[in-house]
């Protein structure tokens, strides 16, 4: 039996004790916390448990099972399994969960099924800024006093990545990923979202998606069942598009948008930047710098502007905004060389990152740092955007492919190639191919001229885990 959220709205009486069927994933973890949150008896399993996903399901008082020590009877006694969307059809795990007599849902469906109907639930969408983005609105809202729940894909520092709040809104990090191997719909579609917001719409997840139309047919179910706000950034044709297509009303944002916002003062560590509301230019100041970072903080200013909250309030409420671990976050110093840890594996994500470290570090060598992680980093759909958007750096290196992409139709990302065409460029460029490597090559180009940027969705070969790092200066 497959239950989608509809199903479990339906239900919802008859669930008390809920498995996760490999809980360590981000997006497990954290939605397992919510429903424990929400009263739920959960019991999750997996096969590594690595901090800080396994310390901050500990913490939580969660049990949790290695899966090689669990079988079909341990299996039965639950109400609900939620199964990871790792976990691959046809394996021995799908097997598993599939010949018992126990309804099986992903983690989407049911946090729309068990906790999310009647929020105020605000989607934030698009291929880029999602995390980030639910975490400015998450302070912004609290700071507004609303109490807001929320749920995001990212480890926040000294907060919990998920919180039922005790206020109507609910904001949540809408992923255009799938559900589950049983659920190939976007994980958006299964949240019960009444609000949205749409950062961006490009062509990204080229494991599971094979055009942007793939994605934009995701997008038009999503906003066909969306009853209330929708905000985005008129920067992306795509969006721009699916919105008239479907006549759906929008309050837009963007570089070329009359609303706005307009950067009026960038400095190293605030930015000065106008909106237009009401038909006035209205001023706002933030700690967050990078324009990408502006135009996500003015899609919440919108929102909470139309929903009546007053104006100084949000004006005070962007002030002073901190981001999730590992979108540029400063990991240590060595040499006099700040080492910077950023999740940017898209080549969009690459060039906005690079942009607001430039403007945090006007004084520094720009060193990069760029390990080609996910299925779609690894192939060769966006190779000459990557070099596009690796100009703006003085130096870079590119680790080898761990494996070879599972992009179908698609090759492997051509690294020489990358190398002989920024070089002509003037950026010079290396590849490397072990741990040790790394090392050297951050050692080479750490002073106090210089920063070094890591940008990886994974481990970058180790360094993350590495004696070197943990003996940064901090």
Sequence with gaps: MIYNSKDLIERKENI?????????????????????????????????????MSTYLENLDIPLHQLNDINADFLKEFDLIVVGNVVPRDSDDAKLVESLDVPLTSFPSALGGLVLKGRKTIGLSGTHGKTTTTYFATQMFEKLGAAPGYFIGGVLEGKNSSALGAGDYFFLEADEYDCAYFDKVSKFRRYELHNLVITSIEFDHADIFTSIEDIKDQFRSLLKEIDGRVIACSDYPETVSLLKELSKEALF?????ELGPRIIEAHSDSTIFEIKIGGANEKFETSAVG?????????????????????????DSVKDLSLVKRRQEIRGWHNGAAIIDDFAHHPRAVEATLQAISQRYPDRDLNVLFEPHSATARSNVFQEDFQRA????????????????????AGDLDLVGMKTSLEKEDVKTQILSKLDEVISWVKDHSSEKSIILVLSNGTCLGLWESDFVKNLKK
Excluded: Q, W
């Excluded at 498995?19 to 939605?31: E, K, L, N, S």
């Excluded at 903080?297 to 502007?305: D, K, P, R, T, V």
């Design 16 to 52: 008390k004790k809920i498995f996760f069927y490999r809980i360590c994933g981000t997006g497990m973890g954290a939605a397992a916390c919510l429903l424990k949150e929400a009263g739920y008896e959960i019991v999750g399993g997996d096969s590594l448990f690595n901090p800080p």
């Design 253 to 257: 944002y963007g570089d070329d948008a």
């Design 291 to 315: 324009l990408h970072n502006i135009k996500n903080i003015a899609s919440l200013i919108l929102f909470a502007h139309a929903e009546g909250f007053e104006l100084n309030k949000i004006k």
């Design 390 to 409: 690796f100009l703006s750096a003085d130096n870079l290196a590119i680790t080898k492919l761990k494996r070879s992409t599972t992009v179908k139709d």
